[in-house]
Nanobody, 123 residues
Framework: HVQLVESGGGSVQAGGSLRLSCAAS????????MGWFRQISGKEREGLAT???????AYADSVKGRFTITNDIGKNTLFLQMNALEPEDSAVYYC??????????????????WGQGTQVTVS
């Protein structure tokens, strides 16, 4: 089992930045995918960025060039640096993980482990 705990959400003005963190603990896998997702109430969870065990990243068009996903393997922590935030970025943000190989999917249903979520509000 894998436990994920997010932190770093909050309120920021449009154009500002936030960095989300996701601390992972528990079982480890040699091949894995981790990702950041967000959800607005009443809408489907949206995949934003993924990174795999080789360090290969992928981004949704909506955040490409503004958000950066990184992973500090030594600290078992996933990060999402969010710049140039817009009001449309307001949502609950989640990190997720799955023991997958190959290109990481941005579809939320394939991820087994989820954090509790952290609110990001951009005004």
């Amino acid at each position: 089992h894998v436990q994920l705990v997010e932190s770093g959400g909050g309120s920021v003005q449009a154009g500002g930045s936030l960095r989300l963190s996701c601390a992972a603990s528990g079982r480890t896998y040699s091949k894995w995918c981790m990702g950041w997702f967000r959800q607005i109430s009443g809408k489907e969870r949206e995949g934003l960025a993924t990174i795999d065990s080789r360090g290969i990243t992928a981004y949704a068009d909506s955040v490409k060039g503004r958000f950066t996903i990184t992973n500090d393997i030594g600290k078992n922590t996933l990060f999402l640096q969010m710049n140039a935030l817009e009001p449309e970025d307001s949502a609950v943000y989640y990190c997720a993980a799955a023991p997958l190989s190959g290109l990481c999917s941005s579809w939320h249903a394939v991820y087994d482990y989820w954090g509790q979520g952290t609110q990001v509000t951009v005004s």
